[in-house]
């Protein structure tokens, strides 16, 4: 995704994170969707629990498809036309001003096929997502990328 000048402001006034001593890894349950990203495991079912119990604290914006070109991953293109393209997407700030897709490729891959030019995001800054990693090992290594990011 381009960044914004939003975000590029966000970038220059990001702060380093301070590893909490006594994370909690997010817990996995039977049939959770997990977004993998090398060694982070994100929980996308409990992060999409969260932000439906805390929707006035997540940034709802609307998005260019375009500024998210088609996944490496492959997309399972008999299930595009059965997503609904109203339902939000899940952006993460992967690294500092930097936000990734990691819920809802069927989504974008079906606004492109049917011309849809935007498309409504949850934006998650890096607080907000932390917490959804899934080993805490991942997640130490998580705040030293990200620190690293900021030097």
Known sequence: MKRSNFDLERLQSAEKLKANEIFTPCPITKDDELFPNGIFVFNITKMLEYIKNNSDEIDLVEVLVADFPKTFSSVD???????????????????????????????M????????????????????????LTERTAYLSYVEYWNGKLK
């Not at 993460?92 to 989504?107: K, M, V």
């Not at 011309?115 to 800054?125: E, W």
């Open 77 to 107: 293109e008999s299930h595009v036309d059965s997503v609904d393209v109203s339902r939000p997407v899940l952006l993460a700030e992967i690294s500092p001003g930097y936000y990734s897709l990691i819920d809802g490729n069927h989504r």
């Open 109 to 132: 891959e079906k606004a492109r096929k049917i011309g849809i030019s935007r498309i409504l995001a949850y934006k998650l800054n890096v607080k907000q997502h932390i917490e959804f």
